[in-house]
């Protein structure tokens, strides 16, 4: 059995007991809600997209410590880029959970920072889900703010 | 061993079920799931195999010996299956997918048949999906309506205004057991109001007849459905139990091979009961594994399980109270009389997805989620949460090892 230190490192606890970017965003500003009908988590991303760049972003909803860590470093890292930056990073995070579709280029360059921590949640297969519950999510929302 | 239960032994019993020998990690395996499902003792898998080694036939449908002999183990198990539940007669017993299926195949053929738009169909807050959505499936076909019956403060059926829900109810149709409070619901004083409002009573009784000794005609019900797996049996496998005369009624579900006595180009006849409602080849070994199942049951006793899971449930209220006090919320009644042995729970607020994993480390296997029932979840106010469930094989030690487990995870949360 893999150790639950592979899994609930200390950065993915930290950003569970204090998530960043936790709240809402006013129109003009889209969300996009996604859950997981195995566990009953849901999550709600608010995206404010202007100009090609994510201006800001926040989070709502209820989730485990993984989906809600997952979520919070998600929201840290993509604040600030482009579209096209955020796309490629996303495919990026499926890539290393095992997720991305092979027909997808993966540029491997992309340095996942503190979200490489998440890796470990391979290891625990009914635990993908959680992590990138918020992910999937965000794609969603980029598909209505980009509209 | 529990209390003075002299007559049962779940330490001796728990042997009979390979599964729970094993150890992972040089630890014991702490089933806690049984509410999902049970585990099998050695009567399941052994019949089951040596019927597939030895017996393994078509049934209902060859002349030859050994489909003649396998036609009759299959019988024979309903024949089990009708006594265990005290049905009138074996052609009451319909062999079906699993529960699901046979709470579809009530809303969809005695449901089309008997309700139009506006008749009502009386439901609970406390149901499992599988007794919501099908209803809700034939509101949108038919315009039906739903109403349901409330919880009071401490998770029993609010009955305060049942005469009033009933008004013109065509159906109540309601759990025996709810599979996440625990609570075990008067069954026969539902189906008697049912009954004085000119509704049929459907009862769901997954999480009480694999617990307490079952008896259909004693409960006035009209229809009632289980499942093998959370019996000791194998899965793919459910029960109906219906009134002969609403069965004979009824138009059929699912039509195929089996169900029919005549088909010809411009129609078919009917076969009679039970097999009308069994198209297609059913689960034969798992027929004949769930006429085990009841057999190792009856071995057991079911008054025995079920005064062993009143003394567990008073066992595990008391202990993870006494250890825990208020870092723990048990969302069920507290009196073990009124319920079975399944505990839904919030522990210190550590999300139940993270606390079932942690658990796992100490090889406690407890359910997180919504349990298939999220619109009770909704009106408790948890958006999931852990379920720990006891079953005939489970001892004070299993509890103890959850509230050991339960402790780790502060460390880490």
Redesign the interface.
């Known amino acids: 059995m893999p150790g639950i230190e592979d899994l609930y490192r200390e950065i993915i606890l930290d950003h569970y007991r204090t998530p960043r970017n936790r709240g809402e965003l006013p129109p003009p500003a889209v969300y996009s809600e996604g859950n997981n009908p195995l566990c009953g988590d849901d999550i709600r991303i608010y995206l404010d997209v202007a100009d090609g760049v994510v201006r800001d972003v926040k989070f709502s909803g209820q989730g485990c410590s993984i989906s809600q860590s997952s979520t919070s470093m998600m929201t840290v890292a993509i604040k600030g880029k482009t579209v096209a930056e955020v796309q490629a990073f996303v495919r990026r995070f499926k890539h290393m959970m095992t997720l991305a579709d092979n027909d997808e280029p993966v540029d491997e360059a992309i340095n996942l920072g503190d979200i490489e921590a998440l890796q470990g949640v391979v290891k625990f297969p009914v635990r993908i889900k959680c992590a990138t519950l918020g992910w999937n999510t965000l794609l969603e929302a980029l598909t209505e703010a980009t509209k | 061993m529990v209390g003075t239960n002299t007559a049962f032994d779940s330490a001796v019993i728990r042997r009979d079920f390979p599964v729970l020998a094993q150890q992972?990690?040089g630890k014991p395996l702490v089933y806690l799931d049984s509410a999902n499902t049970s585990q099998k003792p050695n009567l399941v898998i052994d019949t089951m195999a040596k019927f597939m080694r030895e017996s393994y036939a078509p049934i209902n449908r060859s002349a030859y010996t050994l489909a003649a002999n396998a036609t009759e183990f299959y019988e024979s198990a309903r024949n089990s299956v009708a006594k265990f539940i005290n049905a009138n007669n074996s052609r009451e017993i319909v062999f079906t997918k699993n529960a699901t299926e046979a709470l579809n195949l009530i809303a969809f053929s005695w449901g089309r048949a008997n309700l139009q738009r506006g008749d009502v169909v009386l439901l609970t807050h406390m149901e499992h999906h599988a007794n919501i959505v099908p209803w809700q499936m034939l509101q949108q076909e038919r315009g039906i309506e739903l109403r349901w019956v409330p919880l009071t403060s401490d998770f029993q059926l609010d009955l305060s205004s049942l005469p009033t829900l009933l008004m013109s109810a065509k159906a109540f149709s309601f759990t025996s057991m709810s599979n996440v409070l625990g609570t075990i619901n008067p069954v026969e004083k539902l189906c008697g109001a049912a009954h004085a409002a000119g509704a049929i009573a459907i009862v769901d009784a997954c999480q009480s007849v694999p617990h307490s000794p079952t008896d259909v005609q004693a409960w006035g019900a009209d229809f009632a459905m289980f499942s093998s797996h959370k019996m000791c049996g194998p899965s793919g496998l459910g029960v109906l139990w219906g009134r002969e005369a609403l069965l004979e009624a009824m138009p059929p579900f699912l039509g195929g091979g089996n169900m029919i006595s005549e088909v010809r180009l411009d129609g078919f006849k009917c076969a009679e009961l039970p097999a009308k409602f069994e198209a297609g080849t059913p689960a034969i070994a798992e027929v004949v594994g769930l006429g085990a199942a009841v057999e190792f049951l009856n071995g057991v006793g079911m008054a025995n399980i079920r005064q062993h899971e009143i003394e567990m449930s008073s066992y595990v209220l008391e202990m993870l109270t006494s250890r825990f006090g208020d870092d723990i919320t048990i969302h069920g009644p507290r009196n073990p009389e009124l319920r079975g042995a399944t505990f839904s729970f919030a522990f210190r607020g550590i999300?139940?997805?993270?606390l079932s994993?942690?658990l796992?480390?100490s090889n406690v296997c407890v359910r997180?989620?919504?349990h298939c029932a999220?619109p009770l979840?909704k009106i408790i106010g948890a958006?999931?949460t852990a379920r720990a469930s006891f079953y005939l094989y489970n001892t004070t030690a299993d509890a103890d090892a959850l509230a050991d487990a339960l402790d780790s995870a502060s460390d880490?949360?």
């Open positions: 992972i990690d999300h139940p997805h993270d994993q942690v796992d480390q997180a989620g919504h999220k979840m958006n999931a880490i949360f």
